[in-house]
C-alpha cells in the first residue's frame, strides 16, 4: 500500500485561493479507483505550509492517478517536497 506525503511552501496571501481552486480535482481524484484517500490541507500551525497525504491500494492504482495528473503552473507556491513510502501492513491505533 503506498503512501504519498509531504509538504509544500505557498505564499501565505494566496494559500487560501490555491487550496479552492484544487478542491474539485481533490473530489475527482477521491472517486478515483484505488483512492483510500487524498488531502491537500492548510498547516494549522505555519501560515505558508500546506500538507500533503495519499493513500492507495496499490501502487498501480498510484501509477494511473499519476498518469492522469497534468502538472499546472502554480506561480504562488515556493516549494514541494513530496515522499512515497511502500507499507506492508497496518493496525489500528484506537476505535
Do not use: F, K
Amino acid at each position: 500500500m503506498p503512501i504519498v506525503a509531504g509538504t509544500a511552501y505557498v505564499d501565505p496571501d494566496h494559500r487560501d485561493t490555491l487550496l479552492a481552486g484544487l478542491a474539485p480535482s481533490l473530489r475527482r481524484v477521491r472517486t478515483t479507483p484505488g483512492c483510500l484517500d487524498y488531502v491537500v490541507a492548510a498547516d494549522p500551525i505555519e501560515p505558508d505550509r500546506v500538507n500533503i497525504y495519499e493513500r492507495w491500494e496499490s501502487q498501480a492504482h498510484l501509477d494511473a492517478h499519476l498518469a492522469g495528473v497534468a502538472q499546472a503552473p502554480m506561480p504562488h507556491v515556493r516549494s514541494v517536497q513530496v515522499v512515497r513510502y511502500e507499507i506492508g501492513g497496518s493496525s489500528r491505533l484506537q476505535g
